[in-house]
């Protein structure tokens, strides 16, 4: 078998338990509740492959403003606004797809929102990829975009869609997804989402109750290409980021 090429995360125990990163071109889903990390991670990712690897990084938003975004991760010592200004690394504010009116016309064409929405985040994420010569891509949430196509077969053509165009430009890419649980659990026992089965990888971040404590643990479930520790393990969020324990067991 020939090597894989890595893309490496850069996040501490992270690319431990991944043999190395992710295989570079593929789209990985992570999932996580509120407070989970996901958008940290998926930052993190970004900004450790401009400063570590050379990488230009492209953030699109689905949810947050620029504003917001860049305040927030500062917290972090990531200071983006500076990698922007050495075009390095670009904000792409995809938001006001969400605000899209029923139907738009183009010419004599007249195109439902949901279509509109798609293409419309397609080409903008092709466009700046393009402009930006991206080596890395984070999409963030995507469940305002697919939860518009309450049909599974129409939601699971547009997802394939998106992930299409995100290996069009050659890129390692990330979605994130909130994940739909109740509440904490005591285990990792959950229903499984339509995204988890088209994305090349995914990695779940959960709460979970062991004993009387409430552990932050990170379970990669599934890196085609790749031989990875399947096994729950705990992370942390600190003031660097996210830093996960790879030798250390949730349970």
């Given at each position: 078998?020939?090597?894989?090429?890595?893309?490496?995360?850069?996040?501490?125990?992270?690319?431990?338990?991944?043999?190395?990163?992710?295989?570079?071109?593929?789209?990985?889903?992570?999932?996580?509740?509120?407070?989970?990390?996901?958008?940290i991670?998926?930052?993190?990712?970004?900004?450790?492959?401009?400063?570590?690897?050379?990488?230009?990084?492209?953030?699109?938003?689905?949810?947050?403003?620029?504003?917001?975004?860049?305040?927030?991760?500062?917290?972090?010592?990531?200071?983006?606004?500076?990698?922007?200004?050495?075009?390095?690394?670009?904000?792409?504010?995809?938001?006001?797809?969400?605000?899209?009116?029923?139907?738009?016309?183009?010419?004599?064409?007249?195109?439902?929102?949901r279509?509109?929405?798609?293409?419309?985040?397609?080409?903008?994420?092709?466009?700046?990829?393009?402009?930006?010569?991206?080596r890395?891509?984070?999409?963030?949430?995507?469940?305002?975009?697919?939860f518009?196509?309450?049909?599974?077969?129409?939601?699971?053509?547009?997802?394939?869609?998106?992930?299409?165009?995100?290996?069009?430009?050659?890129?390692?890419?990330?979605l994130?997804?909130?994940?739909?649980?109740?509440?904490?659990?005591?285990?990792?026992?959950?229903?499984?989402q339509?995204?988890?089965?088209?994305?090349?990888?995914?990695?779940v971040?959960?709460?979970?109750?062991?004993?009387?404590?409430?552990?932050?643990?990170?379970?990669?479930?599934?890196?085609?290409?790749?031989?990875i520790?399947?096994?729950?393990?705990?992370?942390?969020?600190?003031?660097?980021?996210?830093?996960?324990?790879?030798?250390?067991?949730?349970?």
């Amino acid at each position: 078998m020939s090597r894989i090429v890595r893309t490496p995360t850069g996040i501490s125990g992270l690319d431990e338990m991944l043999n190395g990163g992710f295989p570079k071109g593929r789209v990985v889903l992570v999932v996580g509740g509120p407070g989970s990390g996901k958008t940290i991670l998926a930052t993190q990712f970004l900004v450790n492959g401009v400063k570590s690897y050379g990488e230009n990084g492209l953030f699109v938003s689905l949810d947050e403003s620029k504003n917001h975004y860049y305040r927030e991760t500062m917290t972090f010592g990531w200071n983006l606004e500076e990698l922007e200004k050495q075009r390095k690394f670009m904000f792409l504010d995809a938001s006001p797809i969400r605000h899209i009116p029923g139907e738009v016309k183009i010419g004599k064409l007249t195109i439902g929102k949901r279509e509109f929405s798609m293409i419309s985040l397609i080409e903008g994420i092709k466009s700046s990829a393009q402009t930006l010569d991206a080596r890395r891509i984070v999409v963030d949430p995507i469940a305002s975009l697919v939860f518009q196509y309450p049909d599974v077969v129409q939601r699971r053509t547009a997802i394939l869609d998106l992930i299409e165009a995100l290996i069009g430009t050659a890129a390692t890419s990330i979605l994130t997804l909130e994940l739909r649980a109740a509440g904490l659990t005591s285990g990792l026992e959950r229903s499984v989402q339509l995204e988890e089965y088209l994305a090349h990888g995914v990695i779940v971040l959960q709460t979970i109750q062991v004993g009387r404590s409430l552990v932050r643990a990170v379970q990669v479930e599934k890196m085609r290409e790749t031989p990875i520790d399947s096994q729950p393990r705990p992370y942390k969020i600190g003031e660097n980021g996210i830093e996960v324990f790879p030798r250390e067991s949730v349970f």
